[in-house]
């Protein structure tokens, strides 16, 4: 199981951690319409971005960073997914101009924290984290954050859906 820090406190994380070479495992969360949305749905390259909370700084940052990167990324999907009720991620999206990620909630279920190994228990948060999951539905890059205040790393999940087929 990974292991990571909120605010420099470890935290404990449900479900099993999803590694390299896993399976994705498939989930379903809610879209910003409220319909529910699955990973089956999506064809091609995924690359999720998991954070905690849209209206924070990083998670802001990472999002937007991801948004930008998506424009350049040709048959990759990315995903932004968090706790974050489907309102408020429509109401930030559209605030901030953000049209190149799909962001979805997991509120309702838990079910996608669960099933990747990152919801926060003692806060019913998901841990920050970043996946990329190939068009066979393949594991092919997973960071779990070790501090969940702190950045992915940008970079690596960027050269791995590039890379993914």
Known sequence: ???ITFKDNPVTL?????KV???APNF?????????VSLEQYNGVKLISVIPSIDTGVCD?????????????DNVNVLTISMDLPFAQRRWCGSNGIENVDTLSDHRDAY???AFGVL?????LLARAVFVVNSQNEVVHAEYV????NHPDYEAAITAAKDAQ
Do not use: C, H, P, W
């Open 21 to 23: 070479g896993d399976k």
């Open 28 to 36: 379903t969360v809610l879209a910003n319409d409220l319909s529910e």
């Open 120 to 124: 926060i228990k003692e806060m019913r």
């Open 146 to 149: 070790s501090e969940a205040t």
């Open 61 to 73: 940052a990472q999002t937007r960073r991801f948004n930008e990167e998506a424009a350049q990324l």
């Open 1 to 3: 199981m990974a292991s």
């Open 112 to 114: 996608f924290g669960e």
């Open 14 to 18: 449900v479900g099993d951690e999803v």
